[in-house]
Each structure stands twice: as C-alpha cells, then as structure tokens.
C-alpha cells in the first residue's frame, strides 16, 4: 500500500505541473491564438505518444514559432500592399509633372544663354570695329545673321550655339539610355528592359523599332512573354505623357494582347484612354470577337468605344445593332442624323435583323420612317435575302401595310405593285390582293397590264 500510495502521489505532483504549465501556456498565446481546434484529434506531423510528450511538444512549438517568424519575414520582403502601386503611380504621375515644368524652365534658359551670348558677340564685335554705327544698328545686323540661320544658311550665331550646355547634356542622357537598354535586353532582364523603356526620355523606346526587338526575342518558355512585358509597361504609364502611345504601335499591342488571349488587358487600356484609337485597332478587335464567340458581346463593346471615337459611325451602328441594342441604335441614328438611307440599307444587308428593320421602317414620336418599308423589301429580295423578306411579310396584316403605304413618302406606286407580285410569286396571295386593293383604292390610280403598249403614261400633261 505504501508503494501504491508513494506512485500515486508521484503522478498527481507530475499532472499538478502539466496543468499549470498549460495555464502558462495558454496566458502567453491567448493574444494571437484567434482559432481552437479540437483536442481530440491528433496534433499534425506528431504521433500520439509524442503528442503527450512534453519535451517534444516543446521542441515542435519551437519549430513552429520558428516557421511563423520566417514565413512573416518573407511576407515584409516579398509582398507589399496593393495600395503601395497606387501610391506609386501617383508619385510618378507628380515626378513626370515636375519634370515637364523643368523641361520647360531649361528651354527658357537656353533661349536667355543664347541671347546673352549674342549680345556678349555683338559688344565685342563692335568694340573691336571702328564704331562708326551705333550699337542698336550693329544689333540689328546680327539678329539679320540670326533670322538667316533659321533659314538654312550658316552664320555668326551657329558659332554661338555650339557649346550649349544643355543640348550636350541632353545628348549624353538619351546615349546613356540606349546604352543600358542594350545591355539589359543582351543580359536577358527583359521585364527591367521593358520598364526601362517605358520611362525613357522623349519616348525614344515608344516606336514601332523597339517592338521589332522584342519580337525578334520571341518566347521564352517558362517565362512571360517580352513583347507583352513591354507593352504592358508603356501603356501602364501613358496616361502620364501629354500624349497618348501612337497609333501603330498601339495596333501591335492590341494584337499582342489578343494573341496572348490578355481581353482583360485591352479591355483596362481603351476603358482607360491610354490608347490611340483607330480603325484599325477596331475591326481587329472585331475579328477576334468572331473566333472567339464567348467575348464577342466584350469586344463589339470595345470596337463601338474605338469606332465612335474614330468618327466611325457606321461601324459603331453596327456593332450596337449587333449586340442586340437596336434602341439604342435608333437613338444613335436620332443624335447624328447624318446617315444616307444606302448607309442604313447597307446596315440591313450586314446585320439583316427582323427587329431593327421594324424599328428603321416604323414612325418614331410622330416622324416619318427612316427608310420605306417597300423599298426594303425590294432591297432584300434584290439581294437574294428572300429568307428575311419572307419573314418580314409574314408579320404583317392588311391595316399595318396600309398604314405604311399611304404614310410613306419614298416608295411609288409602281414599286408597291412590285412589292404586290413579288408577294404574289413567294406564297403570299392575300397580302399581295390587299396591297393591289389599296392600290386600287388612290384616287386616280389604274392598273396599267404588261401588255398594254397603247397607253401613254405622260398623256395627262398635255391635257
């Protein structure tokens, strides 16, 4: 008993310790432990009998504190917050400001160095003259010299331009960039190649030859692309230039883009004016909509922005009739009123949808139609869209049909009885009877046969 007793109160002083170095424990962690998890499962990476092991509970604590610590050191290092690049991008958008204002401020100084330098000219010319004039003329001789140098010819003050400090200065800069662009793209640090460029003095690196570089670069697997690299990195600061990237070599980004499958990218830079639109950056944003049907709603959308600003209307009405907003096509046409009815026939034959020819061919608030409907008719048939024509006639009655003859103003009544035969031809009897009735029914109308050569149409003028 006195064994049993001397055991028993061994293992009670050993779980009076445990616990209070739990307590210990516990008090310590309670300020980042945010989470618990359930006591009864085991402890990841440790056996049971190690899980009530104190030593090496201590010891996997130690790796684990140890772990969190690196992982927090890679964090500050490796990643910053998102809000950093906008500050960034702001802090340039000020720094490009600031030196747009000392460009301008060392243009002063360079045309007051100038004229300094040709009055300091002028005085000592005329000191060592015979001064038989006086200065004003003298200067008046020398600024004659100067207006002849601007126009081609060589004179006193090419001599006083030539040590300018600030054209050496600017010259040895734009070398010292081409230089370390060269050495950057031979060492194959692409990405600083590309972020180089874009931040280039005068844009030197934003043409259509620097692109030829990079795509004589081509892919590198397992890498990004290097055209992509540079085209994301100057049209990422073009809205900090006072002028957008030119128009060629915005093509080639857009192609680019496009053939990365990078639509969120092209999307970010016309959403964003960072572009130069033109027409066509437009039709291949179209193409690339036609083959891949999924984005094709994203990139009418995109095309109609390029072609509205382009001045492009008939490409922009298009690309509305084709995302299916003939509303807001009608309200287009309604704003510009500069479309030609072969304008609007030609967006028929392009985009041959039932709803918009209704909508081109029916009165709005009280204004007559855009585009007869007779003549429509006549079109499509012509064209050999009969499928189009027939479903138009198939959706219209007796009181619709006579509406619309007697309140168009552009289809004549010889045109009506085409419309009536072609109607007649292509299994519409009854409407074709409704429109010759109607016909019929105008106060001096008759019906001239194909057969009646005796009639002389222009008999009734020299009534």
Same mark, same amino acid.
């Given at each position: 008993?006195?064994?049993?007793?001397? %055991?028993?109160?061994?293992?009670?002083?050993?779980?009076?310790?445990?616990?209070?170095?739990?307590?210990?424990?516990?008090?310590?962690?309670?300020?980042?432990?945010?989470? $618990?998890?359930?006591?009864?499962?085991?402890?990841?990476?440790?056996?049971?009998?190690?899980?009530?092991?104190?030593?090496?509970?201590?010891?996997?604590?130690?790796?684990?504190?140890?772990?969190?610590?690196?992982?927090?050191?890679?964090?500050?290092?490796?990643?910053?917050?998102?809000?950093?690049?906008?500050?960034?991008?702001?802090?340039?958008?000020?720094? +490009?400001?600031?030196?747009?204002?000392?460009? %301008?401020?060392?243009?002063?100084?360079?045309?007051?160095?100038?004229?300094?330098?040709?009055?300091?000219?002028?005085?000592?010319?005329?000191?060592? $003259?015979?001064?038989?004039?006086?200065?004003?003329?003298?200067?008046?001789?020398?600024?004659?010299?100067?207006?002849?140098?601007?126009?081609?010819?060589?004179?006193?003050?090419?001599?006083?331009?030539?040590?300018?400090?600030?054209?050496?200065?600017?010259?040895?800069?734009?070398?010292?960039?081409?230089?370390?662009?060269?050495?950057?793209?031979?060492?194959?640090?692409?990405?600083?190649?590309?972020?180089?460029?874009?931040? $280039?003095?005068?844009?030197?690196?934003?043409?259509?030859?620097?692109?030829?570089?990079?795509?004589?670069?081509?892919?590198?697997?397992?890498?990004?692309?290097?055209?992509? +690299?540079?085209?994301?990195?100057?049209?990422?600061?073009?809205?900090?230039?006072?002028?957008?990237?030119?128009?060629?070599?915005?093509?080639?980004? &857009?192609?680019?883009?496009?053939?990365?499958?990078?639509?969120?990218?092209?999307? %970010?830079?016309?959403?964003?004016?960072?572009?130069?639109?033109?027409?066509?950056?437009?039709?291949?944003?179209?193409?690339?909509?036609?083959?891949?049907?999924?984005?094709?709603?994203?990139?009418?959308?995109?095309?109609?922005?390029?072609?509205?600003?382009? /001045?492009?209307?008939?490409?922009?009405?298009?690309?509305?009739?084709?995302? /299916?907003?003939?509303?807001?096509?009608?309200?287009?046409?309604?704003?510009?009123?500069?479309?030609?009815?072969?304008?609007?026939?030609?967006?028929?034959?392009?985009?041959?949808?039932?709803?918009?020819?209704?909508?081109?061919?029916?009165?709005?608030?009280?204004?007559?139609?855009?585009?007869?409907? /007779?003549?429509?008719? +006549?079109?499509?048939?012509?064209?050999?869209?009969?499928?189009?024509? &027939?479903?138009?006639?198939?959706?219209?009655?007796?009181?619709?049909?006579?509406?619309?003859?007697?309140?168009?103003?552009?289809?004549?009544?010889?045109?009506?009885?085409?419309?009536?035969?072609?109607?007649?031809? %292509?299994?519409?009897?009854?409407?074709?009877?409704?429109?010759?009735?109607?016909?019929?029914?105008?106060?001096?109308?008759?019906? &001239? $046969?194909?057969?009646?050569?005796?009639?002389?149409?222009?008999?009734?003028?020299?009534?």
């Amino acid at each position: 008993m006195s064994v049993i007793e001397n %055991n028993s109160s061994k293992l009670q002083q050993e779980i009076e310790k445990m616990k209070q170095l739990r307590a210990e424990y516990d008090t310590k962690q309670v300020k980042y432990c945010t989470f $618990s998890k359930d006591p009864s499962k085991p402890i990841p990476g440790m056996t049971c009998e190690e899980s009530v092991n104190l030593d090496a509970l201590t010891k996997y604590l130690k790796h684990l504190e140890d772990k969190y610590a690196e992982i927090k050191q890679v964090m500050s290092k490796k990643y910053v917050p998102a809000q950093r690049k906008a500050d960034l991008d702001e802090a340039m958008v000020v720094i +490009l400001k600031q030196r747009d204002v000392a460009e %301008n401020l060392n243009k002063e100084l360079q045309f007051r160095h100038e004229r300094l330098q040709i009055i300091s000219y002028a005085l000592t010319s005329w000191v060592k $003259s015979d001064m038989s004039c006086s200065f004003q003329d003298f200067m008046k001789q020398i600024q004659k010299t100067k207006d002849l140098h601007v126009t081609g010819d060589h004179g006193i003050v090419e001599k006083l331009c030539e040590d300018d400090p600030g054209k050496t200065k600017e010259a040895e800069i734009l070398l010292h960039y081409v230089e370390r662009f060269n050495e950057l793209i031979s060492l194959g640090d692409y990405e600083k190649a590309a972020c180089f460029a874009a931040k $280039s003095p005068r844009r030197i690196f934003h043409s259509i030859g620097t692109v030829d570089k990079f795509k004589a670069i081509g892919k590198i697997k397992g890498k990004p692309f290097p055209l992509l +690299l540079f085209f994301e990195a100057i049209f990422s600061t073009s809205h900090a230039h006072r002028r957008p990237i030119n128009a060629e070599v915005t093509l080639e980004g &857009i192609k680019c883009a496009l053939s990365e499958k990078r639509l969120d990218l092209v999307i %970010n830079w016309v959403t964003q004016e960072r572009l130069t639109f033109s027409e066509e950056a437009g039709d291949v944003i179209c193409d690339y909509g036609e083959h891949h049907t999924y984005y094709k709603a994203k990139c009418l959308a995109l095309a109609q922005t390029i072609y509205s600003e382009c /001045g492009l209307h008939n490409k922009a009405l298009l690309c509305l009739c084709q995302q /299916g907003q003939i509303h807001g096509a009608m309200n287009y046409i309604q704003q510009l009123k500069n479309f030609t009815a072969d304008d609007l026939m030609q967006l028929i034959k392009l985009c041959p949808h039932t709803e918009l020819i209704q909508c081109l061919t029916r009165e709005r608030n009280g204004k007559p139609p855009f585009l007869s409907f /007779g003549l429509v008719i +006549l079109h499509l048939f012509s064209l050999d869209m009969k499928k189009v024509g &027939i479903k138009l006639l198939q959706e219209i009655d007796k009181d619709a049909i006579e509406h619309l003859m007697i309140n168009d103003p552009f289809c004549s009544l010889e045109k009506w009885q085409e419309v009536a035969d072609i109607c007649l031809h %292509n299994g519409f009897g009854r409407l074709s009877n409704d429109i010759m009735s109607i016909l019929r029914s105008q106060a001096g109308v008759t019906e &001239i $046969s194909e057969e009646d050569d005796t009639v002389n149409l222009m008999q009734h003028v020299f009534w």
